[in-house]
């Protein structure tokens, strides 16, 4: 007796739904994966076929929703039924198209997964926005709309957003998605433009080497006519305060949320601030310009993530030219070479101390200086491992300030940004990057010889 399932032989199992469920990661992950590149190449979409504008019009309907408010759950199961009955409505037409299965099963399991019953009401393709001059969320939603009903069929693209993030030795994600480590000791501005001006400073963590880490962050948000006056907030270590530098915890005329909010729901400020763990952890949240900014204590150093419209990040002049996030840190204040670390025990600032004998293993004693520890390369790995399963470049990042400073609180640092990369980063598909040489960047989505190759394979599923 043969087992039943993926692996059964017989014509019947061409058209049963377990097929469908067998190979449904693999169709999500191909669909993913050439998404952004030469779908096309092998694949006829009739014009009749609009399941682009089924999904066009799902994230009209969902892109202003969020967690935090009440009715976030029903609104969000209205938009599922939605998209359902498009789908339906253009089956036959799309019978051969692979991104319309694709999203079938994808609607499917977003239903299972909310518990979203099939039978219900649906939303509206074309739902009220109540417009707010000071909520970003609302006002580029209303611009949307307004240039949708006079686009006469043009394609109209919503701006997008862009993220930053600094951490560790220290590590910098540039809005590019280019990953850098520097040294930048002193003031450096990471953002400066009409909108808000972040700046961080660095000190050295080592005597006698050149790493460094953030121990001040400062950032000023500039006045924005009608919704809030400038406001300065400022973070230095031991001391990570829950307002800003003139006592207020939000500035600005109530607006409805737009934005996780410590979970809260109805009215907030234009602008405020939200304590996730008194002395350790704040976020700022100006929902007037729809930036979001992360502000950790961890050890003795600070980390940053900011999530910010990519129209707001590149309103500044020439003068506001030099920002670590829009262009990196200068050749000059690079360590890393071409995004690749060196991941070997350190020869400054921190001495080994190697056991006695004629024959000397590879194994390295670990000993304490100053609440310091010596990490060999295996040590290193095995505790960063503890807390990124995936050896990217957050992995090796931690690696590398193990060996470099000897402080354990560098892991904490690197689980911590990756987790605030995730929730603010606004592209899934990019949160992976995996440095240089190595062996973990071939399975990188972005890589040639995968693509060709899902692209093949692509080509046969069509063909069968």
């Given at each position: 007796m043969g087992r039943a399932g993926c692996c059964s032989s017989g014509a019947e199992r061409l058209a049963s739904p377990s097929l469908a469920r067998c190979f449904r990661p693999?169709?999500?992950?191909?669909?993913?994966?050439?998404?952004?590149?030469?779908?096309?190449?092998?694949?006829?979409?009739?014009?009749?076929?609009?399941?682009q504008k089924c999904t066009t019009d799902f994230v009209s309907l969902t892109s202003h929703l969020t967690p935090a408010v009440d009715d976030f759950h029903v609104e969000f199961c209205k938009a599922l039924r939605a998209y359902s009955a498009c789908t339906q409505r253009t089956a036959k037409s799309c019978r051969g198209n692979l991104v319309f299965h694709s999203a079938v099963l994808g609607i499917s399991d977003l239903m299972s997964q909310r518990n979203c019953s099939r039978d219900g009401p649906?939303?509206?393709?074309?739902?009220?926005v109540h417009h707010e001059p000071c909520n970003y969320y609302s006002r580029?939603?209303?611009?949307?709309?307004?240039?949708?009903?006079?686009s006469h069929g043009h394609n109209i693209s919503r701006a997008g957003f862009l993220f930053?993030?600094?951490?560790?030795?220290?590590?910098?994600?540039?809005?590019?998605d280019s990953f850098q480590t520097c040294k930048v000791e002193g003031a450096w501005p990471l953002i400066d433009n009409t909108y808000l001006s972040v700046q961080v400073t660095n000190v050295p963590v080592v005597t006698g080497s050149s790493a460094t880490a953030t121990n001040k962050i400062t950032v000023i948000f500039k006045p924005y006519e009608g919704c809030t006056e400038q406001r300065v907030y400022q973070a230095v270590t031991d001391n990570i305060p829950a307002a800003f530098d003139d006592g207020t915890v939000s500035s600005g005329d109530p607006i409805h949320v737009s934005a996780g909010a410590d979970g809260a729901s109805g009215k907030v400020r234009a602008l405020w601030i939200s304590e996730r763990s008194p002395g350790h952890h704040v976020e700022l949240h100006a929902g007037y310009i729809g930036v979001t900014v992360i502000v950790r204590q961890l050890g003795r150093y600070l980390t940053l993530a900011v999530r910010i419209p990519e129209e707001m990040a590149h309103a500044y002049d020439d003068t506001q030219d030099l920002q670590l996030c829009l262009n990196g840190c200068p050749s000059g204040e690079r360590i890393d070479q071409g995004g690749h670390l060196p991941l070997s025990p350190p020869s400054v600032g921190l001495q080994l101390q190697r056991p006695h004998g004629p024959r000397y293993s590879t194994q390295i004693q670990l000993s304490s200086h100053g609440g310091r520890q010596i990490f060999t390369t295996d040590a290193a790995k095995d505790r960063c491992r503890e807390q990124l399963e995936v050896q990217d470049i957050y992995f090796h990042s931690c690696v590398f300030d193990l060996l470099t400073t000897g402080d354990a609180n560098f892991t904490v640092a690197a689980y911590s940004a990756q987790k605030d990369m995730?929730?603010?980063?606004?592209h899934r598909d990019r949160w992976r990057i995996y440095p240089r040489g190595s062996s973990t960047s071939t399975l990188h989505p972005h890589g040639r010889p995968l693509r060709l190759f899902t692209l093949l394979l692509l080509c046969a599923l069509s063909a069968l």
């Open positions: 693999l169709l999500v992950l191909i669909i993913a994966l050439t998404s952004a590149g030469r779908i096309g190449q092998c694949q006829v979409i009739t014009p009749q076929c609009r399941i649906t939303s509206s393709t074309h739902p009220e580029t939603q209303h611009a949307h709309t307004h240039a949708h009903a006079h930053c993030g600094l951490f560790g030795d220290p590590h910098l994600r540039t809005f590019k995730e929730s603010l980063h606004p």
